[in-house]
Antibody, heavy 117, light 111 residues
Framework: EVQLVQSGAEVKKPGESLKISCKAS????????IGWVRQMPGKGLEWMGI????????RYSPSFQGQVTMSAGQSISTAYLHWSNLRASDTAIYYC??????????WGQGTLVTVSS | QFVLTQSPSASASLGASVKLTCTLS???????IAWHQQQPGKGPRFLMQ???????TKGDGIPDRFSGSSSGSERFLIISSLQSEDEADYYC?????????FGGGTKLTVL
């Protein structure tokens, strides 16, 4: 059974750094793209980017390029999303999802990130 | 720029059928899309992908009440025998484009 289990909710202050995680199981992690999606309060889904764990090839949405960094740890089948300088506008739920042969077809449960002074 | 357009809202009665539409922007009509469902307070769930010929491949455990079709630049999600748990937001999505894109979502109300 394919599962994506994300790290827990975070509360941070503006300017702080943060790395959230997404642990995959039930499939060969290195062989499929895994991506991140933002959902701001009361809003729709926004595609942030994807990473191919096999070679760390990464594609970012222009809206998120330079704002976040995606990485993947092959040995522990875990994808990461990192901020070095959080802003209040980063407050959102972040979902990871894996694309096995096409669109995102398995989703994580989401990680709520709250940035507030 | 690849754009997916969805109506913001739709409604239908319990037990009835509803057809949701995702329109691909000009020049991109030969592209498959995926549909995702997001029930209130929950994360998204993959429903199906729809090819340009209307063939669709569903995700794990998706009931037969959910089906898809295609016509030109439009991709459809059809839900029959509507149940209360079908009240949700529905998003279409592309992949393989640069960047990947989500539609704005359709909020389905079951009356």
């Amino acid at each position: 059974e394919v599962q994506l289990v994300q790290s827990g909710a975070e509360v941070k202050k503006p300017g702080e750094s943060l790395k959230i995680s997404c642990k995959a199981s039930g499939y060969n992690f290195t062989n499929y793209w895994i991506g991140w999606v933002r959902q701001m309060p009361g809003k729709g889904l926004e595609w942030m980017g994807i990473i191919y764990p096999g070679d760390s090839d990464t594609r970012y949405s222009p809206s998120f390029q330079g704002q976040v960094t995606m990485s993947a740890g092959q040995s522990i089948s875990t994808a990461y999303l990192h901020w070095s300088n959080l802003r209040a506008s980063d407050t959102a739920i972040y979902y990871c999802a894996t694309a096995m042969g096409g669109p995102f077809n398995y989703w994580g449960q989401g990680t709520l990130v709250t940035v507030s002074s | 720029q690849f754009v997916l357009t969805q109506s913001p809202s739709a409604s239908a009665s319990l037990g009835a059928s509803v057809k949701l539409t995702c329109t691909l922007s000009s020049g991109h009509s030969f592209h498959p899309i995926a549909w995702h469902q997001q029930q209130p307070g929950k994360g998204p769930r993959f429903l199906m992908q729809i090819n340009t010929d209307g063939r669709h491949t569903k995700g794990d455990g998706i009931p037969d009440r959910f089906s898809g079709s295609s016509s030109g630049s439009e991709r459809f999600l059809i839900i029959s025998s509507l149940q209360s748990e079908d009240e949700a937001d529905y998003y279409c999505q592309t992949w393989g484009t640069d960047p990947w894109v989500f539609g704005g979502g359709t909020k389905l109300t079951v009356l």
